[in-house]
């Protein structure tokens, strides 16, 4: 597996990092513990040392799942997890809003420590902006926790330009964790080139779409009540026959290279810069494997004229989010 450096940290990891979200959290039902133990496992042994957790996905099963799986190799391992959520008193999935108070970030911290069963976090994120907390305390708060050793590295998730900047002039940001895929391009607005100005590397979640652009999703119907891709108005019947031109641009590049579209959306993200590391996520082995292929495919300037003009003709089909969801993004 190739590795990649996050911007001007020195933070080094495997060209393509685990999503491992969908674990434990927001697709029902959900795999077996032992099961997704064995594909962390697998992640390790085909070259993957990127992998990225919150306390909120479960909640906590989520870290408590990389500890058990992770511990015994975590000198081969950068584990990503984040912190910003009041979670749910009862401890069901979800959230009561926002809080990146400084005493939040470190009560956080402790506990992601010892459900990861790790001595520090190798990258803290704060996993949405609190506008009730100027930025510059939750920085002084991570950079704190960096000098204690509790934590490597500070991250934002879906930031705004300015927060970042703001941000940075506190404590280096190691890394930015946005959505980034060939059907959601407005990081290369401002995110991307602010950047590579900074020195900071991209962590691109739902570098598929959310599994759209995998050409496995035709149709609402396939989407369980549960599966929180059923709210999202991209996820319309509506949205999927106009999205699906896409998939097309995709399979048309993917037979040309004897590849699976999954693997051209990747290989077109890590083809942007050599700092930008995607995460897509999964629980099954062949996915895995699948992903793992995209690392070796070479997209010539030839292909990638041939994608974006092909992407420049689309225009996407409902927004990302719900409003209530999207109002949290871009702070």
């Given at each position: 597996m190739q590795k990649r450096k996050l911007g001007s940290t020195g933070l080094e990891v495997s060209a393509l990092g685990l999503g491992c979200m969908g674990m434990t959290f927001s697709y029902l039902p959900h795999p077996e513990e032992k099961d997704m133990i064995s594909l962390l496992h697998a992640a390790v042994d085909r070259g993957i040392t990127f992998f990225d957790t919150a306390e909120v996905y479960g909640p906590f099963s989520n870290e408590i799942l990389l500890g058990k799986a992770l511990s015994s190799v975590r000198d081969k391992v950068v584990i990503a997890t984040k912190f910003g959520f009041n979670l749910n008193l009862d401890g069901s999935p979800g959230w009561q809003g926002l809080n990146s108070r400084p005493e939040r970030i470190r009560q956080v911290a402790d506990a992601s420590l010892k459900r990861l069963n790790i001595d520090s976090i190798d990258l803290f994120y704060q996993h949405r902006v609190d506008p009730d907390v100027p930025i510059e305390d939750v920085a002084g708060a991570v950079k704190e926790l960096i000098q204690a050793g509790k934590v490597k590295h500070f991250g934002l998730s879906e930031a705004g330009a300015k927060t970042i900047r703001r941000a940075h002039a506190v404590q280096p940001v190691a890394a930015l964790q946005n959505e980034y895929s060939l059907w959601w391009r407005k990081p290369e607005e401002e995110i991307i080139p602010l950047a590579e100005e900074l020195g900071i590397g991209l962590v691109p979640y739902s570098p598929l779409g959310k599994g759209f652009l995998t050409g496995a999703i035709t149709s609402n119907d396939q989407l369980d009540k549960s599966d929180f891709r059923a709210s999202l108005p991209r996820f319309t019947p509506e949205a999927l026959k106009v999205n699906q031109q896409f998939v097309d641009l995709l399979v048309s590049v993917a037979k040309e290279k004897n590849a699976t579209p999954a693997q051209i959306a990747l290989a077109w993200l890590l083809a942007?810069?050599?700092?930008?590391?995607?995460?897509?996520?999964?629980?099954?082995?062949?996915?895995?494997?699948?992903?793992?292929?995209?690392?070796?495919?070479?997209?010539?300037?030839?292909?990638?004229?041939?994608?974006?003009?092909?992407?420049?003709?689309?225009?996407?089909?409902?927004a990302r989010y719900p409003e209530r969801l999207e109002k949290m993004t871009g702070l």
């Open positions: 942007q810069k050599p700092w930008i590391v995607p995460i897509p996520g999964t629980t099954k082995l062949s996915r895995l494997e699948e992903n793992i292929g995209a690392v070796d495919i070479e997209l010539t300037s030839a292909d990638l004229a041939t994608i974006n003009e092909g992407a420049n003709k689309l225009q996407a089909e409902g």
